[in-house]
């Protein structure tokens, strides 16, 4: 009905291209994003004309910050995608923004930061090119986008995404104290974890406070970050700052299901740590009494 009266007979599809990259956008765009990206399907749009369609829309957009548009409520937005509510006339297709978008960040590859190259690599892959990782990471490279530091902050939160800006050439030396960070930050998911293992990650960085990967994914509790760093030799006896190893940090917070994993692969369990607490002392401190059953049951000194 909104649009109906908003727009008259083959209106809509002359600003369908704009809400198409509204829809595909990770964030908020700014007026010269959106005519850019729009701009990479009819090269013979003026900024004039481009207005023209953002006036026509101005009644389901609204100003964001720093003189962004946006639609005016997200439920409108899984409208125009769900073709049995805003049916064939109205559909949008959110492919075709990632498209848009992915072009305009080809147009200008030399000039992306860390973030916009994380961008067009998700758009890449929503665009429905069917291409394969290769060509889209082929695709990048010849633009001569500057991927290598494309990990320098923050790690993607789709895998699809990492394994593309791996493939590209993201840097991922373990040497470097950032990509030390971005790959703790994969340690809350398996596929992150073994995707940066298999492109030169060391599998015994520490961070700042000595800790490993592994004790780490043992203090979270992830069992299956455990396993794969376990399977890709992880020392078990490394000591962070505070003396304290995998299993110590394991105990304190009570992940039995961890504590049985690094028993079986022969952890040491009468390790103590800089106060002279043993796992199984710490344990008990906090009141796991699970844990405390699995390391008696391994019958420590």
């Known amino acids: 009905w909104l649009c109906q009266r908003l727009f008259v007979r083959k209106q809509f599809a002359k600003v369908q291209p704009i809400l198409n990259v509204i829809l595909a956008a990770c964030r908020p765009l700014t007026t010269i994003e959106l005519f850019h990206a729009v701009w990479t399907k009819n090269m013979s749009l003026t900024m004039e004309d481009f207005q023209r369609k953002l006036d026509v829309l101005s009644k ?5 910050l720093g003189n962004t548009k946006i639609l005016f409520h997200y439920s409108f937005a899984e409208w125009l995608l769900d073709v049995k509510h805003c049916t064939q006339k109205y559909l949008c297709n959110a492919a075709e923004g990632h ?3 992915a072009m305009s960040h080809t147009c200008r590859a030399k000039e992306l930061t860390p973030v916009d190259v994380q961008e067009f690599a998700l758009h890449l892959i929503h665009s429905n090119l069917q291409l394969t990782n290769s060509e889209l990471a082929l695709w990048m490279i010849w633009n001569g986008t500057c991927v290598k530091d494309s990990l320098c902050t923050v790690i993607p939160k789709e895998q699809e995404v990492l394994q593309l ?11 470097d104290d950032r990509t030390c960070c971005i790959v703790r930050q994969a340690l809350e998911r398996e596929d ?7 492109n030169g990650a060391s599998v015994n960085q520490c ?3 000595g800790r490993t990967l592994l004790a780490n994914a043992a203090y979270s509790g992830n069992l299956d970050v455990v396993n794969l760093l376990v399977s890709r ?7 962070d700052a505070n003396g304290q190893t995998a299993l110590t940090l394991a105990a304190r917070q009570g992940h039995v299901k961890v504590i049985n994993c690094l028993i079986g692969c022969g952890t040491n369990i009468n390790h103590c740590d800089h106060d002279g607490w043993t796992a199984l002392r710490s344990a008990a401190w906090g009141g796991h009494t699970e844990v405390v059953s699995a390391l008696l049951y391994a019958e420590p000194k």
């Open 60 to 64: 389901v957009l609204v100003e964001g």
């Open 99 to 101: 498209r848009m978008l």
């Open 165 to 175: 800006l791996v493939k590209a050439g993201a840097h991922v030396n373990s040497d």
């Open 192 to 198: 992150s974890i073994r995707t940066l293992l298999d």
């Open 207 to 209: 961070d700042s406070n």
């Open 233 to 239: 030799g992880s020392d078990l006896e490394i000591e």
